[in-house]
């Protein structure tokens, strides 16, 4: 495996780099997706889920399938779990054979999968933040009265990608045009994030 950091091939010095098909290639376990990190966030989720009783997901950002698993224990659903990485998927369907996973760009193909309850960025949006509001324009033409779920972590002070967009949970919300239904925000003393999840009607 490469020696460098997975932090090298998504955003460095300040500088969206994107190179997730090699992440995927050279790194084991970015983000040590296998022990479940930004517990809090992740788990707000699927209460989220559950308390407006989501029957179908579209999970954009999958990597590695872990979150997915964890949603189908807690919840029973199957999220479609997409990834822009042909190798992230494939490990994926390695790892979890039981659930659902294909090779998706949501900035391109999110308009095919017009059948799900929800539609869930998982921890994605630093990585898609040009293509935002062509995508809220989007769900509000294709997704009406669906759910938008967002799963982000925000920075304690040392943001330096995305400051142009919003840097907190308030300004997120304030960004995103569809009306709030919940929020949740966590973090510990030690942790240099903040977890957050929150849930949108798209109207």
Same mark, same amino acid.
């Given at each position: 495996?490469? #020696?460098?950091?997975?932090?090298? &091939?998504?955003? @460095?010095?300040? @500088? +969206?780099?994107?190179? !997730?098909?090699?992440?995927?290639?050279?790194?084991?376990?970015?983000?040590?997706?296998?022990?479940?990190?930004?517990? &809090?966030?992740?788990?707000?989720?699927?209460?989220?889920?559950?308390?407006?009783?989501?029957?179908?997901?579209?999970?954009?950002?999958?990597?590695?399938?872990?979150?997915?698993?964890?949603?189908?224990?807690?919840?029973?659903?199957?999220?479609?779990?997409?990834?822009?990485?042909?190798?992230?998927?494939?490990?994926?369907? *390695?790892?979890?054979?039981?659930?659902?996973? #294909?090779?998706?760009?949501?900035?391109?193909?999110?308009?095919? &999968?017009?059948?799900?309850?929800?539609?869930?960025?998982?921890?994605?949006?630093?990585?898609?933040?040009?293509?935002?509001?062509?995508?809220?324009?989007?769900? @509000?033409?294709?997704?009406?009265?669906?759910?938008?779920?967002?799963?982000?972590? +925000?920075?304690?002070?040392?943001? @330096?990608?995305?400051? *142009?967009? !919003?840097?907190?949970?308030? *300004? +997120?919300?304030?960004?995103?045009? +569809? #009306?709030?239904?919940?929020?949740?925000?966590?973090?510990?003393?030690?942790?240099?994030?903040? *977890?957050?999840?929150?849930? !949108?009607?798209?109207?």
């Amino acid at each position: 495996m490469s #020696e460098k950091s997975y932090h090298d &091939y998504v955003i @460095k010095d300040g @500088k +969206f780099i994107g190179e !997730f098909e090699s992440m995927y290639r050279d790194c084991e376990d970015p983000w040590t997706q296998s022990i479940q990190p930004n517990k &809090y966030s992740r788990m707000a989720g699927i209460i989220h889920l559950e308390n407006f009783n989501v029957r179908s997901v579209l999970e954009c950002g999958c990597g590695l399938g872990y979150y997915a698993d964890w949603i189908h224990k807690e919840t029973g659903i199957i999220p479609k779990s997409v990834d822009v990485s042909e190798t992230a998927i494939a490990k994926a369907r *390695e790892l979890f054979p039981r659930l659902d996973f #294909e090779v998706a760009d949501i900035t391109k193909d999110l308009r095919q &999968y017009k059948e799900y309850d929800c539609i869930m960025f998982a921890e994605i949006i630093w990585y898609i933040l040009p293509d935002l509001n062509s995508l809220f324009e989007l769900m @509000k033409n294709e997704f009406k009265g669906k759910y938008l779920l967002i799963n982000q972590v +925000f920075y304690k002070g040392s943001q @330096k990608y995305g400051t *142009e967009y !919003f840097t907190n949970l308030k *300004e +997120f919300i304030n960004f995103v045009p +569809f #009306e709030l239904l919940g929020q949740c925000e966590a973090t510990t003393v030690n942790d240099s994030t903040i *977890e957050t999840s929150t849930i !949108f009607q798209i109207q």
